[in-house]
């Protein structure tokens, strides 16, 4: 982990004076708990959880929304503040800030969407399939939301399949006994003429 975040922090600045470091991959597949210790090894690098963005009304048309609170002020160099969702409550909350801090991560389902990789430094995916995210998440979420883990299933099916972001991926992030394993990601591997098919089979074992 010490190795990857001096890595990251030695990439150009991606959105304005910003490093904006993209975790995606599949609901269930470790993304948070990676971007928090991520972070930790940053330097208590800001998180931005795209589970903030969405909504049960807008699982994954928040793009508009994500890009006019956080990223256009980023991008100026400017303190930005979103609207966190609460899911219980059904209801978005009190504006947040985020500043411009050298390094920060951003992880969700979407995080590499075709409109936000033009400010990402860099874009990591966690290398799980999706059936054994899905039998995590639902095992961590219970059977209250078992209606909910459908729709939501439906929703990322559709939308990986029209804006896939494991393609584009700098790295692989695949979690070990004893920790990660970071792994070259297609988008260092598939020249701009090659068609892209997007798998969820792992690229290694660990």
Do not use: N
């Not at 001096?6 to 490093?19: F, I, K, M, N």
């Not at 947040?96 to 400010?119: F, K, N, Q, S, T």
């Amino acid at each position: 982990m010490h190795d990857l975040a001096t890595r990251l922090r030695r990439l150009p600045p991606s959105c304005g004076p910003v490093r904006l470091i993209g975790v995606d991959g599949h609901a269930g597949s470790g993304k948070s708990t990676f971007a928090g210790q991520l972070a930790r090894s940053l330097g208590d690098a800001p998180v931005l959880h795209l589970d903030d963005i969405a909504s049960h009304e807008e699982l994954f048309e928040w793009t508009d929304r994500l890009l006019a609170q956080v990223i256009e002020p980023l991008a100026r160099g400017r303190t930005a503040h979103y609207t966190p969702y609460d899911w219980r409550a059904r209801r978005f909350g009190p504006p947040l800030p985020v500043l411009p801090a050298p390094v920060i991560v951003m992880e969700g389902v979407g995080a590499g969407r075709r409109a936000l990789r033009p400010y990402l430094a860099q874009l990591l995916w966690m290398e799980l399939p999706h059936e054994e995210s899905w039998t995590r998440g639902r095992s961590r979420d219970g059977e209250e939301q078992r209606e909910f883990w459908d729709r939501w299933v439906r929703a990322e099916r559709k939308h990986f399949a029209d804006d896939p972001s494991r393609p584009f991926a700098d790295l692989l992030i695949r979690q070990c006994a004893t920790g990660y394993e970071v792994l070259t990601g297609p988008a260092g591997t598939v020249g701009p003429d090659q068609s892209l098919t997007q798998g969820d089979g792992p690229a290694a074992m660990c």
